[in-house]
């Protein structure tokens, strides 16, 4: 009889969804989902972060059992602890019969109590991808390792995602028989260079006006200080590049008009949100992807999985999670210490001079990104789940 393992995540995401659905055809053991934002997480949502109104246009509910839990909250959401709040969602889990539970963050109010209430019922795996890299050492800080030492102890296993997330577990208690690799990872099969992403990439320049020789660099997410794409900008201008080379800003958000503010040259460009659909293409036209962020928070990147699966050479700050893991030096790319504007200007000058059409950068990025992939992840989960003694 298959083993059945229920999932608590707040929603769904296009950086989820395809490893249930890859889970649920695999067939070897058996899941439900259950959404603990409720089904209002369905509707037309103002991101904050990007400015505006995003739909998904991918399916992100295909090929999976799920269930979307009443949600109480007078103020829904997962930035906060008490807008996820399921009185029926431990009753539910039971009902379906779990073999054990796969949480999905800790820092809600029913998640934490779903830690605390299958301890030592049931094996209770655990999922998030914190670093300690912002960490500062305050009196602040001591509390919350305290905190989150108590928190973990109410864990069986965690499935970390890479160095940076397996060194806070255990620097938060964890023994090394209590932590599994499971990488972060995309859909890499979405993102790899084919005859339509690179008509479409072809078109995005021409209407750009950057001819197919130029050099690109581009930066895709949230104009938002946590990214700190006015570093790239500032970077770049100072850098003082020939009219072929190219800095394009695909997204929106807070730092949007200032950013344009300071673009003076016909050689930087922004465009809008770009939808799922549309990133790879987004990728295709670029020759190096650039992600300069200052954090706090940005504990992986996985906008960096996505430019490397289509082949990128990367440039990353050292307070990206990704950055120990995907990024080998001055092989497929480079990491520089953030906020130094000057260590950041001279890989930009560097990549331009590496630049040549074989495009061995973009090849390491290809080979090193293929062993971070949903396949890794759903045979670790298998793998855990169908050896537990534990009934």
Known sequence: MKKRLAIITTHPIQYNAPLFELLTQRGIIELKVFYTWGKSVLKNKFDPGFGKVINWDIDLLN???????????????????KGIDNPTLI???ELWKADAILVYGWNFKSHLKCLRYFKGKLPVYFRGDSTMLDEKKTFKSV????????????????????KSNFDYYKKLGLKNNQLIFAPHAIDNSRFISNDKSKKIASEIRQSLKINESDFVFLFAGKLE??????LLLESFISASFEKNIHLVFVGNGELEENLKSKSN???????????????????????TFVLPSAGPGESWGLAVNEAMANGKSIIVSDKC?????????????????????????????????LNTNDNKMGAASLEIIKDYSFEKIAKAIERKLTLSNMN
């Not at 200080?225 to 006015?230: G, I, L, S």
């Not at 040259?265 to 020759?287: K, R, T």
């Open 225 to 230: 200080a946590k990214k700190n794409p006015e």
């Open 321 to 353: 999670g990704c950055a120990q893991n995907l990024i080998v030096q001055g092989l497929n790319g480079f990491v520089f210490e953030s906020q130094n504007m000057n260590e950041l200007k001279k890989y930009l000058i560097k990549m331009v001079e």
């Open 63 to 81: 090929g999976y059992k799920y269930n979307f839990i009443q949600n109480i909250s007078k103020n829904q959401g997962s930035s906060h602890y």
């Open 143 to 162: 509390f919350r390792r305290i905190f989150l030492r108590w928190v973990y102890r109410h864990i069986d296993q965690a499935f970390y995602v890479g």
């Open 265 to 287: 040259s016909s050689n930087i460009h922004f465009l809008n949100f770009q939808n799922q659909a549309s990133m790879p293409s987004a990728y295709e036209m670029a020759n």
């Open 91 to 93: 009753q539910e889990i």
